[in-house]
């Protein structure tokens, strides 16, 4: 159990740091892929099963599309992952964000729960979403509709 | 908010995935539609017409087989009517009726390849092809039974044909005849009902009526738009005025309409050999015809209508043993010259399947 | 779970894992030790069924479409061809697998690999028995859908790491196809979810042994949408618009040779039979038949059907032509879609009704079959026409002309004379 999680939390960071490292912007989005996957092991480890399938499918299914047809719309010429100017100042406002989170994570005076019965997260959610949360989701639809509408008026021809 | 882009030129061909032979189109497209197309023809020249001037007029026979190889009966007999028209010989009615029947069959078999071929284009994995190969098969058989060679036939000659049939050719023919309606049948439930076959074919490669005239375009091309015309019924040859056949034609122009008239065609070629057979007179198969041919002195132009279109010999004789200028009028070069207008505007899947309607055969094309 | 029968009963093979698993509790194994051999006993079952089934599939798929094509398959290597996929494997082997030199080559390496992920991953919550599942996900179904959109990612990766402008092309094309599939796929699941009530494939089956028929019977238009769905998924015919638009521009696997090809095109069989089995499992019983599994193994019967399936996969490829990419888009969203929004409207009702008025499933369930079949019926049929209404603006016979309607040229012009009778 505490294997899985330090292996799946190790791939997530270690993917997330290639990210920055690696010099081609497509193997960027590969390794962003990887993280998200490891992302969806670490909510497996927490069991909540229905959050990592969906994390599967919405991100690494689609949103990791979405990022790789914007990168290829990009001249190649901007394609380079390469050195700039910003590379010292953001380690350095990166180290001083992760001492932060870190000092207050562990200074944290954290209630653990134990692990207790949970009915399927799946049913829960669902019950979520259409009893105490309906307005939310129903705001989140008509705001993706929206947005559907608008990339079709965008795209046309005419 | 514009993009800046370029078009992109795409070379389809020479070697083609679809069975057309050494054809090359170079499209040039804007993101997905076509907005010029290029044909660039000559890779399967073999100067035929020049060769043919340095050899006996019967000596060319066999290169009108190897024009259009897929039917090559048809071009024999169109060369053979255009000799005998300028030397004057009059055929006997037996080897005028056994050139009916053989140009029908040959224009099944050659309907059975171009649709399959067509089917083969849009995307069915060959096996409409290989149902229409059955035919085609038992077509060759008889071919080979008759004159010892499936395609390239070299079966007509000057005055006549070259052999008389022999015993098992009619119990063959006439179980090929037999089932024929029913195949077709099959093939019209399997193929012409099918939405996908329809999406694919309707509305691509129209070529409306007025620029086939104008392109003299001929054969299922011309009637696919509309056009009624058949050299079989406006300038007879053979005893093709004594049959009673329809014509049939298309309503849009487009693939699917050349892909119905053919259908429809070799059901009215069945129609033809049908009255041909027990019409069929005894007597001689070739008219007695000098072995070194001399025409008189003159030139003739003589057309038939092969499965391809209208397909004509330009002959000019100075009395002698070659001739002076041998010039082939080929249906498939002429039904080319519309590819542009019908494939400008559409997608490049759209092109492939243009061309595969447009059934051309490169041995005609290049000569 | 008690077990109800011996460790031999073969006709459910978890008799014999809960037996193993037993024995190592009582000689104090740790439970993860126990879970894990358990897990890998499972697992190589599936790797050997995987396996096997790839090689057995050539062979079929290869036959039968011979057959459908008035040939024989292959006849020459063993009896039958069946030792062609031998054959296959070791050719596909020994070829030379060429990497382009400006390709990107770790992908490019990576991307026939990691396909053959999502493959293998879906057989894991397939039930073969009443306690055969590898793994009893609570969300099953939604884990097959999430291991369907991730097809489309790594097609991406093979196209672009094959520098080809033709490849990248192709890889682009079907990208948006597979996304637009997915979402008629995504709904017409969720019809049948909501109908079962439970997305665990398991438990879907036991829905069906429950009510002692299959959910083929209830849900007819979500089959036909998931079925449709799925052939595109697979980027088979009708929709092979990856493998053979090679005709123009080439799929994305044109620059794959060698092993590296042969695992693209393993990996489209496995896929093919995944989703045949999750066809066999939601929608034909799984290992449920009617009372069958009496006699035979339920994982027979479930192999059985999931044949069953594919030989319709088969049929399609053999008998339909293939459609052009925005015939086939259009097919997605303005046909499969807005009938699996009416399913799913009307599935909504039938639970609501059935919940709401606490009927009993005997008198209910045959009405909601009866409607369901004849909306099923008249929404394909009356949407189909509606959609091919601008094909059909002309006969689809050729019209027969008795003479022609042209007129000759002037008699005398040229030497068009008429030929000697």
Redesign the interface.
Known sequence: MVIGFWALAGLTVGAAAMIIVVRNLLHAVLFLILSFVGIAGVYITLSADFVAVVQVLVYAGAIAVLMIFAVMLTPLSARDNAENVLQLPALVLSGLVITGVTFVALETDWRLAGRGEFDSTAEAIGEALVSPFVLPFEIASVLLVAAMIGAIVLVRED | MPISTEPLVVNIGPQHPSTHGVFRMRVTLDGERITDAEMIIGYLHRSMEKLAEERTWTQNIPFTDRMDYLAAMTGNLSYCLAVEKLAGIEVPERAQYLRVIFAELQRIASHAMANGTFVNDCGAWQTPLFYMFREREKILDLFEMTCGARLTTNYMRIGGVAFDLPDEFMPGLRALLDELPDRIGEYEQLLMDNEILLMRGRDVGVLSPETAINASMSGPMLRGSGVAWDIRKADPYCVYDRMEFEIPVGHNGDCYDRFTVRMEEVRQSVRIIEQAVPQLPPGSHCADVPLNLRPPEGEVYSRIESPKGEIGFYLVSDGGPHPYRWHVRSPSLINLSALREMVVGQTVADAIVTLGSIDINVGEVDR | MPILSPWYDFRDLGNAAARLADALRDIDAPEGVVYALVGLLGAVGVLLFVGLTTLVNIWVERRL?GR????RGPNRLGPFGLLQPVADAIKLMQKEALTPRLA?GL?FTLAPVVIFIPAILAFAVLPWGEKMVLAD???GV??L???G??N??IV??AG?ASNNKYALLGA?RV?AML?SY?IPGVLSLLAVVAFTGT?SLSGIVDFQANYWSWLLFFQPLALVIFLLGSTVELNR??A?IAE??????AGYHIEYSGMKWGLFYAVELVNSIAISAVIASLFLGGWWTFGLEEFVPGWLIFIGKIYACYFLLIWF???????????LMAFAWKFLLPMALVNILLVALEITVWEEFDLSAGAVLPVFAVVNFALAGALVAGW?RVM?AQ????????????????P?PAEGG????????
């Open positions: 479409i459908m094509q008035v040939r990107d992908v996900l609570n969300v939604l884990y859908l999430a291991l959109s991730t489309s990612l991406f990766m672009y682009m990208i996304i997915e997305m015919s009708p092979d053979a638009e090679s005709e123009i521009i490829r053999g008998t339909l032509p293939r459609f052009r990419v925005d015939q189909a091919a094909f059909e603006r002309f006969p689809r016979r050729a019209r027969l002309v008795p003479d022609i309607d042209v000759l040229g030497h068009a004379a008429r030929a000697a009778v």
